[in-house]
């Protein structure tokens, strides 16, 4: 049997453009001589369109959805992955489904089962879980058992506590499925490709059954979908690796016995790196921008939100702005005109020394309290920034790139209305220590300095005071990092991180930054933000910002 991954980029509501592309990606694999073509989770509507599935019109036209790409169909079988609606009166109104069609005509469907309501997931509260049980379909000879998404993900072997009792992922082998045919909708996540291509091979080898595994790709606000699709033999090889955070069409038969590594290079700084271009590039094209500005300042955060959007809409699309101030020193405004000169971006210089003076006086602000000046002084520039830039914003029709990065973010180190202006938080899940990383991998890459190293090695500083620096106020990044990540993204409590190494004083300072009121005031109004990790700031991770939660040792 040949079989077609279909990995394409779907847009939220854009129903005829997604229909479009699935019945193109029909007639491709026919024409590759494909017997069965494979399309991700939800590819009709797009799978984090949210409240719209409680929408009336859409719950009510549903199955319409379906009627070109059941004709597209002639000679050839295709799994799709749609909704469809609730027959019942009680329950949600309708099913998350994987849709069988053979020929022409719908064989039948799938409902999801397994309804995720964790991290960036709330199936729960549009979709209705399966009630009709598993069957089997005939495709060409072969019984194929067809399973979306969550419905594969609850293996025993690989979570030591899992969220559901059932695995039907393991019934409908049980029921003498000859080929798993797994539809997903999965987030790219730091260490999600591996986990997946893991995942696929040991269920394929443990129960001899080949296993066609095809997920979305394309960003989705600040959710990325990597892709990284495959297709695993019955021996557990991977015979078919889609190409990660790329549409993939391509077509293997399932006896080929040859593995296929091609589609997944590099290390993990690379994936996150593709998975900011990624982001940043959907984002500005399903949202309707050509053009993107961001503040240039010299440090490393800009620098790199610079250089991954030059790379994602093109270095002729992105104004830099270098907006110097009293403190800024001549260096930064040095390497910034170097980065610029790499990239070969437009730039601009808006300097806010006087509107800051003006200011300064006005609201009598000039008595030192800190480091030679206030703190309100301090942000006074950054927002004279935010100001600034979102006047050329309007004026000219850019998007506006936010560059602080998830450290920053974590601890309140920003400013509101200041540097957390924006329309896409490039940034905000990605650690200080991996965005120096990431500039290398960046550098590395071109066999060059696309960022000066100047940069990347210089100690950071907000340069809104005398001689300040960002350990001033903060732990060391190196320090910092660790704790943060063990917090979020596994969620350990003080003690688990305190045991696997971490300094307890240390610990509770960081973690009592991140509870403040203040800096979840701050997140919570922050742009979309492009997510890679479990439990990002944000959507995939949720708090009151009134509280009286602190941590103590």
């Known amino acids: 049997m040949k079989v077609t991954i279909a990995q394409i980029n779907t847009t939220n ?4 453009g997604n229909t479009a592309k699935i019945v193109a990606a029909i007639g491709q694999a026919r024409d590759q001589g494909s017997d069965l073509v494979v399309f991700p989770e939800l590819v009709t509507h797009g799978y984090t369109s949210q409240d719209w599935f409680q929408d009336a019109d859409i719950i009510e036209h549903a199955g319409g959805t379906l009627e070109k790409i059941v004709r597209a169909t002639q000679g050839i079988t295709a799994v799709v992955g749609t909704i469809r609606k609730n027959p019942n ?16 005509k719908l064989i039948g469907t799938v409902d999801k089962t397994l309804l995720p309501e964790y991290d960036v997931f709330d199936d729960p509260r549009w979709f209705e879980p399966n009630q009709s049980g598993r069957r089997l379909f005939d495709v060409n000879g072969v019984k194929i058992g067809v399973v979306v ?22 019934e409908v082998i049980a029921m003498g499925a000859e080929l798993v045919v797994s539809i997903n909708a ?9 986990l997946r291509c893991d995942m696929v091979a040991h269920r394929a080898k443990a129960n001899r059954v080949p296993i066609v595994f095809v997920n979305l790709v394309g960003g989705n606000d600040g959710i990325i979908f990597d892709g990284a699709s495959l297709v695993a033999d019955e021996e557990g090889d991977i ?7 790329e549409e993939f069409i391509e077509t293997v038969e399932l006896d080929v016995r040859k593995p296929d590594a091609r589609g997944i290079t590099g290390g993990e700084i690379g994936s996150i790196h593709n998975a900011l271009v990624l982001g940043i590039r959907d984002y500005a094209r399903k949202n309707g921008f050509q053009k993107a500005v961001l503040g240039l300042s010299g440090g490393i955060d800009s620098s790199l939100v610079a250089a991954l959007a030059a790379e994602a809409i093109g270095p002729k699309n992105l104004l830099c702005v270098m907006m110097p101030s009293p403190f800024s020193s ?7 005109e170097e980065l610029v000169r790499n990239l070969g971006c437009e730039v601009r210089t808006e300097p806010i020394s006087g509107a800051f003076d003006v200011l300064l006086d006005q609201m009598d602000l000039r008595a030192p309290t800190r480091g030679g000046e206030s703190l309100a002084a301090e942000n006074l520039q950054s927002r004279l920034r935010g100001v600034i830039l979102m006047a050329i914003s309007n004026a000219e029709g850019r998007l506006l790139l936010s560059t602080g990065n998830k450290s920053e973010l974590a601890v309140g180190y920003c400013t509101l209305y ?14 200080k220590t991996e965005v120096w990383a990431i500039s290398r991998e960046i550098n590395k890459r071109a066999g060059r300095e696309i960022i000066p ?21 903060l732990p060391p990044y190196e320090l910092m990092d660790p704790v943060l990540e063990l917090y979020f993204e596994q969620k350990l409590s003080p003690k688990e991180i305190i045991a696997a190494g971490h300094d307890a004083e240390l610990v509770y300072g960081i973690l009592n930054k991140v509870e403040h009121p203040a800096n979840e005031f701050k997140r919570q109004q922050l742009p979309p933000t492009l997510i890679v990790s479990r439990n990002a700031i944000g959507i995939g991770r949720r708090r009151p910002i009134t509280h009286k939660y602190r941590r103590s040792i």
């Open 453 to 473: 190293n100047r940069i990347i090695e210089k100690p950071p500083s907000a340069e809104l005071a005398p001689n300040q620096f960002d350990q001033d106020s």
């Open 186 to 194: 999965s987030p790219y996540n730091k260490g999600k490709i591996q």
């Open 89 to 104: 009166k009680n329950g949600r109104r309708i099913f998350n489904c994987a849709a069988i069609i053979a020929d022409g």
């Open 239 to 245: 015979i078919l690796q889609a190409a990660a955070f």
């Open 418 to 431: 200041g540097d957390t202006n924006g329309g896409l938080a490039v940034l905000g899940d990605v650690l």
């Open 13 to 16: 509501g854009d129903i005829e």
């Open 330 to 336: 001549e260096g930064s405004i040095k390497d910034s």
């Open 149 to 170: 998404c969550e419905d594969f993900w609850n293996d025993k072997t690989f979570w030591k506590e899992r969220l559901y009792a059932s695995d039907p992922a393991d």
